[in-house]
């Protein structure tokens, strides 16, 4: 998560959401509250990590007993709306876990979630008792309220971005798929993207799985259809034979359509990390039916070992009709990224053609 967003809770913030519980909570000390949260380590915290310490630190402002607290946060939770408010369900996460209390967590996540979102407070519960809490999950699936049916998906996601990983359903994901079948046709765009997001989760380390359900849902649905194209956008991008297949890509050593007079250059050819080159191809699509075609270009990044290893960036994804001359430029900046560090070294890239190597070119780039 972007550290620019952990910004948002200021004293101000904190303060004014201390006032609300005050209205039905008199004994809660607001001033108090503030203070504790914004303690000495403060400004070093990443976002998680103030949503973990707002949570914690409203459990021993609000009473030790899980029931009274929660029915202070019910009290309020309709004028805690928003991305903010995910130290909600945190507080579910934090002060929930016992036993006796599952039912009511369960309760609180379900709620929560149709205000914030409850998609990282259910994957320890997930971890605890999967079973139980997928039984939860298929029922959730099946749940009148689209932020309910995302977080039957969002939340059983085995690599979901900044939440624990789930390793039991990174092995055995056939649970969660038992779910995405109830929202395979979801009429929420909002449900339909995270159960794209599960399928492209699952894929990364059960490929098959996702290919084998995607040759049974295809062609059922339209919302289904869209679904599976993203579920498997993984796979087409490292041009998975049977992936691009089932999407209709033309195989080239297969069709009558074929490719030509393909060229890639760059410039400048040597520039310094945090400069910008521009790239230009071209490249000539020879054939009298419709093809779907993918074009990309690929880096072999120099890594700190001296190893290259490849990014690829997507110029177009289309159908062209008959025989296309296809030509285009593109910017690309070298310089740092959280993400990607660059370093000093020729760099070879590469035009591709739905996963073919059409042209390539190199550049230098200096320290």
Not at 110 to 137: K, N, W
Not at 256 to 272: C, F, R
Not at 330 to 345: I, P
């Amino acid at each position: 998560m972007s550290n620019a967003l952990r910004d948002m809770y200021t004293i101000e913030f904190l303060q004014e959401f201390g006032k609300r519980v005050k209205t039905v909570y008199n004994d809660f000390d607001v001033e108090q509250f503030s203070a504790s949260v914004i303690d000495t380590a403060w400004d070093d915290l990443p976002l998680k990590a103030r949503i973990l310490q707002i949570a914690e630190t409203l459990g021993h402002f609000l009473p030790k007993d899980f029931t009274k607290a929660l029915n202070i946060l019910f009290a309020i939770d309709e004028n805690c709306i928003g991305f903010p408010y995910l130290f909600f369900p945190n507080f579910v996460e934090v002060y929930g876990q016992k036993e006796e209390y599952w039912e009511l967590s369960m309760t609180a996540l379900e709620r929560f979630t149709q205000r914030s979102s409850s998609e990282f407070a259910i994957r320890p519960f997930l971890l605890r008792d999967p079973e139980r809490v997928m039984e939860r999950m298929l029922s959730w699936a099946q749940h009148p309220n689209e932020h309910v049916r995302r977080l039957s998906s969002e939340g059983c996601r085995p690599r979901l971005p900044w939440g624990i990983s789930l390793p039991i359903y990174k092995y055995n994901p056939q649970p969660v798929l038992a779910v995405l079948n109830y929202l395979k046709a979801d009429s929420s765009l909002y449900v339909r993207k995270s159960v794209a997001n599960n399928l492209n989760d699952i894929a990364k380390d059960n490929p098959d799985m996702v290919l084998r359900l995607a040759r049974q849902w295809i062609g059922t649905n339209p919302n289904t259809d869209w679904i599976l194209r993203q579920g498997c956008r993984t796979l087409i991008r490292k041009a998975n034979p049977e992936a691009m297949e089932l999407f209709g890509y033309v195989n080239f050593s297969e069709s009558k359509t074929s490719y030509g007079n393909a060229i890639l250059s760059i410039q400048p050819t040597e520039l310094k990390i945090g400069e910008v080159c521009e790239l230009q191809y071209s490249i000539d699509i020879i054939g009298k039916q419709p093809a779907h075609i993918r074009l990309e270009y690929g880096i072999d990044f120099i890594k700190s070992n001296g190893k290259s290893s490849r990014k690829l960036f997507l110029l177009t994804d289309k159908i062209v009709q008959g025989s296309t001359h296809l030509v285009g430029t593109r910017k690309h900046s070298f310089a740092d990224l959280s993400t990607r560090r660059h370093y000093s070294g020729t760099h070879r890239i590469v035009l591709l053609i739905n996963g073919e190597e059409a042209a390539q070119t190199e550049i230098n780039i200096l320290g």
